[in-house]
C-alpha cells in the first residue's frame, strides 16, 4: 500500500512539474516578445505586427493547454454530469469535419466506415473524444499519409477505432501515450502543435463512462486507438440517427 501511495505522490509532482514546464514556455514567450519590442524605441507597424503574430499563438498554447488541464480534472473522479442516448457514428461526424481541412493540406487521405455505434453517455466529452483522436490522428501524421475512422458494435459494445499512419513507435512505449505530455514517442516535443493531453483526456473520458480504451502500433509507423463503450441497456432508447 505504502509503495502505491509513493507512486501516486510521485506520479502528481511529475505532472505538476510538467504542467508548470508547459505554462512557463508560452508565458515567456510572450515577456520575452513585449520586452523586446517595448526596448527598441525604433519599432515600427510592421514589427508591432509581428509581436501580435507571436503573442497570439503563444496565448492560444497557454490557453489550449489551461482548457485541456479543466476538462482533465473535470473528467477524472468524477460522475457524468449528463447521461443520453447517443451514437458514436453521429459524434464522429463533427470531430471529422473539424479536421478535414488541416488534412487536405497535408495530403492526408481519409477513409470511413461508420456503423451504428450505439451506448449511453455525455455527448460533449464523448465528441471530445472522437475530436482528440483524429486531432493526434492528423498532428502525427506524415505528409502524404494516412487515416481511418471505423464504427460499430462488435461483441455487445459501441466501438469507434481511428488508426493512422506516422512514425514509427515502439510496442513498449505506446502506453506512454496515455499519460499527460506526451506528444508521439517521445515526451514534450515542442514543435508538435497541442497541449500533449490529448490521449489523456481520451482515457479520463472512457473511464468514467465505464469504457476501455486500448492503442497499438501499425506495422511501418503509426498507431490505431481503440475506443469500446458499454452498449444501452435492454430497454434504452437508441439515439435518432
Not at 79 to 107: N, S
Not at 120 to 149: K, M, S
Not at 204 to 230: K, M
Request: net charge neutral.
Amino acid at each position: 500500500m505504502l509503495d502505491r501511495l509513493q507512486a501516486a505522490f510521485d506520479a502528481q509532482r511529475r505532472f505538476v512539474a510538467n504542467a508548470s514546464h508547459e505554462l512557463r514556455t508560452p508565458l515567456s514567450v510572450l515577456r520575452t516578445e513585449v520586452d523586446v519590442t517595448l526596448a527598441d524605441p525604433d519599432a515600427d507597424v510592421a514589427e508591432l505586427r509581428r509581436m501580435a503574430g507571436v503573442v497570439r499563438d503563444a496565448t492560444r498554447r497557454a490557453d489550449d493547454l489551461v482548457a485541456g488541464l479543466l476538462l482533465l480534472a473535470r473528467t477524472e473522479g468524477a460522475e457524468l454530469a449528463e447521461v443520453t442516448a447517443c451514437d458514436l457514428a453521429d459524434v464522429a461526424v463533427p470531430a471529422l469535419a473539424a479536421v478535414r481541412a488541416e488534412a487536405g493540406r497535408r495530403g492526408l487521405r481519409i477513409r470511413v466506415d461508420t456503423a451504428p455505434a450505439p451506448t449511453r453517455g455525455d455527448p460533449v466529452l464523448l465528441e471530445r473524444v472522437a475530436g482528440n483522436l483524429l486531432e493526434n490522428a492528423v498532428r502525427h501524421n506524415v505528409d502524404g499519409g494516412w487515416i481511418e475512422v471505423c464504427t460499430g458494435a462488435p461483441d455487445g459494445c459501441a466501438r469507434l477505432r481511428v488508426t493512422s499512419s506516422g512514425a514509427v513507435i515502439p510496442g513498449d512505449r505506446v502506453a506512454e501515450l496515455f499519460e499527460p505530455f506526451r506528444r508521439g514517442p517521445v515526451a514534450r516535443t515542442a514543435d508538435t502543435p497541442g497541449s500533449g493531453l490529448g490521449l489523456s483526456i481520451v482515457r479520463a473520458v472512457v473511464t468514467a463512462h465505464g469504457g476501455r480504451v486500448h492503442a497499438e502500433p501499425v506495422d511501418g509507423g503509426g498507431l490505431s486507438v481503440t475506443v469500446d463503450l458499454p452498449a444501452p441497456l435492454p430497454g434504452k432508447p437508441r439515439s435518432g440517427r
